[in-house]
């Protein structure tokens, strides 16, 4: 079982479409070749370097081809016709990242400022994030890396929760993205990385001592409160008749597993949202056949969702086992211990969540811009 979901936009066939590749030939339909592509990069970097010293230059030149050669692959996957190149906006913002690689000799810098630039190139038109991300541009090379680190860290784990369904797999994708994201580094400790932050507008501080986040094991239920339900007692007659009615409608009956949270017990692990709940058959010749539910299956799954997936969000032991398989998981008992420590709260600003996402999605390019 599998949730599907699939989405089409149809365009206007208009003589609109006509007149737009008149006006903006070579950005529309042709777009700019690579070589142009780096050209523009070129006469950019040449207007942010004219009041350098040849010293400066000659060091500035290496750091900046970093970046050039970083941005480019992410830029042509995005969008092969490379057309954004030719907005102007657009190229006073190549121009900011380029003066901040120039300033940087860290080299994860570089894929930070290219990770940056496809970004503001994704949200289009809209200039909060837009700005954000600019301004985002201007701190790379100011930023520590502990600080980086730790921001990151508090934005993927109030932003960033398992599509799976299954509990330990859920829990093993978190594992593993926290994984990355430390890198093997520590995560910072104190007040200063805090202060850090603040200074650079990433974040702003609360009040010292009145302000704190929520312990972990209070949050992370919340969180993942779609794993907290009531599940059904194995080798129950109730169950004996849910797997019957699934026989009985041909649905699979792989659908029902074990329930982590409780012993002996079982439950569902599929969406409630009937629409998005698919049966995958094997045809063989490595054919698959992917189904929508029929209005019998339909009816029949509403029924076992409305025994096996009841909320339980406010049980107290089901959110307690919860918590103790997180800790079965080394980096998501690393992180709950230092979240538990952090002494202050503070909120993440749309500096931040730009400096965030490009730090996340560069170590682990399969997760999502949440801006």
Known sequence: MEISKQSQNAGDNSTQMQAGTINN???????????????????????ARQNWTSEATAIADNRVHQLEDKLMPKMIAYDNTLKIFADPDF??????????????ERESDYEMLS?????????GDNR????GIRKAIEVVNQI???ALIGLTMVYVISKFSPVSLDVKIGMSVLDNLYGKILDGNKLPVGENWMEHLDLLSAVR????GINTFKKLEEYMPSMLSYYLVSGLEDNSEKLTEIKHDFMQCGIPQNCIVPYPLKQNYVYLNVTSKLEDITITKELGNGIILKMKLNEQQKETMSKAISILKKDESNNISLKNKLMEIWDTYPNLKLVKEWWNELPCHFI???VGVALANAYAHGKDSSVPCLY
Do not use: N, W
């Open 144 to 146: 520590t890396d502990e």
């Open 205 to 208: 501080l609360g009040t010292k």
């Open 115 to 123: 990770e940056l630039l496809l970004h503001r190139v994704e949200q």
């Open 128 to 131: 909060e994030r837009r700005l």
């Open 25 to 47: 030939y070579y950005t529309t339909v042709t777009g700019i070749d690579e070589a142009r592509a780096r050209m523009i990069c070129q006469e950019e970097y040449a207007i």
């Open 91 to 104: 190229q006073f913002t190549l121009r900011q990242a380029q003066i901040s690689a120039a300033s940087s």
């Open 348 to 350: 993440i600003t749309p």
